[in-house]
């Protein structure tokens, strides 16, 4: 028996990173899983690979910062499978590093609006599904910027400190009707977002000296999906190796760079 057997899960951003390696396990767990990304080829690569370890799963092509994607994609996992247990809002993107006084408005649009916006639609228009089928779970992910200072990144540093604060608000709101809602707040983890050519992905800073991996992500994901963390809501689980317990780590070590130029410089990471 699996912790997640005859659960829905709806999970988004899970093209690749931490989002597939979810996927993956809470099929391996028995749930049924509706893969929702922006990125076609990554999606349909992960349902495929879902299906071919032999678990059940859709990919439904969103982009979750637009409303009418996110209503899209909860319709079509319903339609589907009669039900979502199980929402993963975990689609992001890190945008440009730079200055503040040099992001663009069409950076921290994408920035909000994929990070931000994107949690506050899919739980929109999931919430309703919950109540009517008399509870569920949403998990959102966060980041340890959202608790610490985040130099040349201030519209991803906003977005996910929102992120925070929006996971306790609608926890407080549902608790009461089954609803659990949680955020994960993961550190350095290697996925392709943080691989972007001239980013050193490193551990030697952190405690437990190793960079994180998805599947680090993905057990914590499964845990506040699972009836593990029953009595668990309105929280935000750290995932780092113990980084954020010692002193800063200075910016040009975290991000590859040796200055305020380097990062007017630098390119945007993939989503």
Not at 236 to 246: F, K, Y
Request: net charge neutral.
């Amino acid at each position: 028996m699996g912790k997640l057997d005859g659960k829905v899960a709806l999970i988004t951003g899970a093209a690749s990173g931490i989002g597939r390696a979810t996927a993956l396990l809470f099929a391996k767990e028995g749930a049924k899983v509706a893969i929702a990304d922006w990125a076609p080829e990554g999606g349909r690569e992960t349902v495929k690979m879902l299906k071919e370890a032999g678990g059940e799963a859709i990919f439904i092509e969103a982009d979750v910062s637009q409303a009418a994607d996110a209503a899209r994609m909860v319709k079509t996992t319903v339609d589907t499978y009669g039900r979502i247990d199980i929402l993963y809002n975990n689609a992001g993107t890190m945008g440009t590093p730079t200055r503040t006084a040099k992001v663009t408005e069409e950076d921290w649009d994408l920035v909000l609006g994929t990070n931000l916006k994107g949690v506050f639609f899919g739980s929109k228009y999931a919430i309703p599904v919950m109540l009517n089928q008399g509870g569920g779970v949403i998990i959102n992910t966060a980041s340890i910027t959202g608790f610490i200072g985040s130099p040349y990144r201030a519209a991803y540093g906003a977005s996910k400190g929102g992120v925070v604060a929006l996971t306790k608000a609608v926890a407080l709101e549902y608790a009461h009707k089954n609803i659990r809602v949680n955020c994960i707040c993961p550190g350095m983890i290697r996925t392709p977002m943080t691989e972007y050519e001239g980013m050193p992905v490193q551990g030697d800073f952190i405690p437990q000296r190793r960079v994180g991996q998805p599947e680090d992500v993905a057990r914590a994901a499964l845990y506040l999906a699972s009836d593990d963390s029953a009595y668990v809501t309105a929280s935000s689980l750290v995932i780092d190796g113990g980084w954020t317990a010692q002193m800063a780590i200075p910016p040009s070590v975290m991000f590859g760079l040796t200055g305020p130029k380097d990062a007017d410089k630098a390119g945007k990471r993939p989503s």
